[in-house]
């Protein structure tokens, strides 16, 4: 195994790890973990792409490309990060759906609040 191969097989566990630990952030709701993890995907991707790029210029690669070689893992991965948005999609729809039930109590109150409050006096009895 090559080194740029053993390399870019750690950067793909560590994808999987973070990609496992963005969705136990996104089930938590621990937003700034979630956020920590994106940045570091984001960063590993780049470390990826440059492995993937020095696989495929080492010689004696031609015959299993780094795209086939890790086909099944990236596949993989993507699934995981399929999932995480998903989840970030229902979160996002229930939180919605609890703003507007709070905005409805909200508004069902003030008006239930103007219905039983003493009427302001008229400026008008004042001058009988």
């Not at 991707?45 to 086909?71: C, F, H, K, M, Y």
């Not at 703003?99 to 008008?124: F, K, M």
Request: net charge positive; with cysteine; hydrophobic share 35%.
């Amino acid at each position: 195994m090559s080194d740029a191969h053993a390399a870019l097989q750690s950067a793909y566990a560590e994808w999987r790890r973070l990609a496992q630990a963005e969705g136990s952030g996104i089930r938590a709701g621990n937003w700034a973990f979630v956020a920590q993890c994106q940045q570091a995907l984001r960063l590993l991707r780049e470390t990826i792409d440059r492995l993937r790029a020095e696989g495929s210029s080492t010689p004696g690669t031609a015959s299993r490309p780094v795209n086939q070689t890790w086909r099944g893992t990236v596949l993989e991965l993507i699934e995981l990060q399929r999932q995480n948005l998903l989840s970030l999609q229902k979160r996002r729809d229930r939180l919605a759906t609890e703003v507007e039930h709070l905005t409805r109590a909200d508004r069902n109150l003030r008006s239930i609040q103007r219905s039983y409050s003493a009427p302001a006096p008229s400026g008008w009895s004042s001058y009988s």
